[in-house]
């Protein structure tokens, strides 16, 4: 990461994929901002060890937990529109599966580091906010440009 002021820059190689379906744009096309193939999402980056595959699940969350982006899997899984999720806070949401082992603290800090982009990907397992009995497990790692934390739910287990 940048130690200079400013907004943090993302210091690792990154790969692009498209905020709403996933998808990777050729890197041998021209340089777009919105996505070629759906034209409904940006073209985000992050490190290949978090990056989304297409058609997996994920959210894209600011350092102050809220949900920027929610990819259209996402809408799938949570059963929820993106317009009902963007802008709620990631707790509303999501929250960490198994609350006496790691606590909200663990997701909380782990999502405000990735959004800084401070550290490699990390593993948790959450669930849907108000629901028992799900599990899904995560990886979650810095994203940008502006930074963000990627929170990728790995629905196969």
């Known amino acids: 990461m940048s130690t200079s002021a400013g907004p943090p820059v993302l210091d690792f190689p990154i790969h692009g994929f ?3 379906c996933g998808k990777r744009p050729d890197p041998e096309g021209p340089a777009q901002r919105v996505c070629p193939s759906c ?3 940006l073209v985000i980056g992050a490190p290949e060890s978090v990056a989304p595959r297409q058609g ?3 959210l894209v969350v600011d350092g102050k937990l809220q949900i920027c982006a ?14 009902e999720v963007v802008n709620q806070t990631l707790t509303d949401v ?3 599966a198994d609350a006496e082992a790691a606590g909200i603290e663990s997701l909380v ?18 669930r849907p906010a108000g629901e028992w009995g799900i599990r899904w497990f995560a990886r979650v790692g810095p994203c940008g440009a502006p930074s963000a934390a990627l929170l990728v739910l790995a629905l196969g287990g």
């Open 18 to 20: 498209c905020g709403h």
């Open 109 to 126: 800090s782990t999502i405000v580091h990735a959004a800084r982009g401070e550290g490699a990907a990390r593993s948790l397992v959450v």
């Open 70 to 83: 929610v990819s259209r899997g996402a809408e799938k899984v949570l059963g929820a529109a993106e317009t």
């Open 39 to 41: 034209q409904l999402g």
């Open 94 to 96: 999501l929250l960490p």
């Open 56 to 58: 997996e699940a994920f």
